[in-house]
């Protein structure tokens, strides 16, 4: 699984023109799901998002970086994004490492729920499938990339850009 994490001061979903989800304060992550996750992923992503010190600690001279989302009582709106998972081909993409949508649709839905018990009544999320438009503040701006493929580090850039060089042989200008 992977995770685009912002800290937001607010962020909404619209859907046809209507909002169905918006947060206040707190954390906008957009997740892919692979073909290949499993359980042990969105255990990983989920505890991951529920304990990132992304913000100040009132109690500690605003010590910065000090308090997860749940902690400090902000809220995590959750939007699914297959795209996490393209890779270039020549100028198209391929989204071929993406769960099938069946199967990522259920799945999905049992990561927001882990996601909703580590951080009751502050939780939304987006429309799984839907065409979505996504608004945010980001805060800072303060964005970060997890993936479950590599838990210790590294970021999404470096994925892509592996993809990307794996590719330009195949681009034409």
């Known amino acids: 699984m992977r995770a685009v994490v912002q800290r937001v001061k607010s962020a909404s979903v619209e859907v046809d023109g209507q909002v169905v989800s918006s947060i206040g304060e707190g954390l906008l992550c957009l997740v892919g799901v692979s073909r290949d996750d499993t359980d042990r992923d969105a255990e990983f992503l989920s505890r991951k998002i529920l304990n990132l010190r992304f913000f100040p600690n009132p109690e500690k001279n605003g010590k910065a970086w000090d308090l997860s989302a749940p902690a400090s009582g902000r809220e995590i709106l959750l939007v699914s994004q297959f795209t996490l998972y393209a890779k270039l081909k020549g100028n198209s993409f391929d989204f071929s490492q993406a769960m099938a949508p069946a199967d990522a649709r259920e799945f999905y839905a ?14 939304r999320d987006g429309v799984f499938g839907a065409m979505m ?13 997890l993936d479950s493929a590599n838990p ?22």
């Open 110 to 123: 049992r990561f927001v729920e882990r996601v909703q018990r580590g951080c009751p009544g502050r939780v």
């Open 133 to 145: 438009d996504v608004k945010l503040v980001n805060d800072g701006p303060v964005t970060i990339t």
């Open 152 to 173: 210790t580090g590294g970021s999404l850039a470096g994925s892509l850009a592996g993809s990307v060089a794996g590719s330009v042989a195949d681009l034409k200008l």
